[in-house]
């Protein structure tokens, strides 16, 4: 009698994944995890994503939102950004990301839009999405067309001379600032990913944007348990209201205690080639009294770095103001 080896669903697709030699979430891989499809078949079309194989996820029991025995909260892979965003835990204790999801795209778009796939949504840079450009990140080796061209709305910190596209994501600007940790089964087994570690800046591998290898699935992102009584702000500056990726954005989670800043947390978005966590914006302000003088010093000091293109110079202060006032925001409400 032929006997059949039970493997859960999670282990089956990461050993599809990695017969394959896919480099899933990576550019060229030939699967891909299908998810929400907001990114990946909007790239397929386009021609700038052609998988051979897509490996749909979307029944796999990753769709639960969890308060964890230590107070934390585990987030499944699938879980729509809508559900996260609108969760009433995530509305209480992690205001920050929930503000952060519901300024991005649309709220059709939230709804398919899931945690994993929007960890590994792929940059707006034009020429990404142009195929007869020459793009390093789509096909290294072949130029950045941004570079000498249209970018005003790409990165300032974080750039190489290889690739200055702006990472998009909201969300993720404030699990950087929340500090969450991503969690991964691979064929060699499950291991977890600080965020910080997660996505990788663009040096002269500009088509690798994170630490996932071959075969590595997404199954949940994990958050800390929440610091009591933080002030938390998300902030989006952008060229319309709605339906517009950050020009700048701020994610803030702070404690004044006695008119002093006793704790703070500051990432920033649409600045950086990755979700930008910012220590020297951080180290400026704890300690210190919770005024506008010293919230200005602390966006000194996060854009110290910042290294303009020919049409972005203007984020750099676009960027500042925008961390003063999300501050301000923080600690007046
Ligand atoms: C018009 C428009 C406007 C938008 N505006 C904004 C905005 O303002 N702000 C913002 O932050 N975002 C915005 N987005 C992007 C949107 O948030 C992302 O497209 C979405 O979050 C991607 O999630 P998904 O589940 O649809 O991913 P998919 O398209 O399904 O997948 C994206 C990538 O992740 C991989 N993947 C998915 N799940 C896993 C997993 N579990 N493990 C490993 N790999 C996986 C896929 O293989 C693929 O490479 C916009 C999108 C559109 C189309
Ligand atoms: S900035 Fe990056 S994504 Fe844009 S064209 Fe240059 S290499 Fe490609």
Redesign the pocket.
Known sequence: MKTFEFVRPADAATAIAAAGEAK??QQSADL???????????LMKLNVETPARVLD?NRMPFDKIETMPDGGLKIG?TVR?SDLANHPTVQKDYAVLSQAILQ???AQ?RN???T???L??RTRCVYFRDTAMTCNKREPGSGCSAINGFNRSLAILGTSEHCIATN????CVAMAALEATIHVQGPDGVRAILFGEFHLLPGDTPHRETV?EPG???THVTLPPPIARSKQVYLKLRDRAS???ALASAAVVMNVMGGNVSQVRIALGGVGTKPWRSPEAEAALVGQPANDANYRKAAEAALHDAKPQSENGFKIELAKRCLTHALTIAATT
Do not use: K
């Open positions: 899933t979430a891909r995890f299908l998810a929400g499809g907001t990114t990946l078949v909007d996820i892979a950004n991005g795209a649309s778009i398919m839009a899931t994993a796939g929007n590994l949504q998009p994501s909201d969300m996932l590595d699935l997404i339906y517009e990726f």
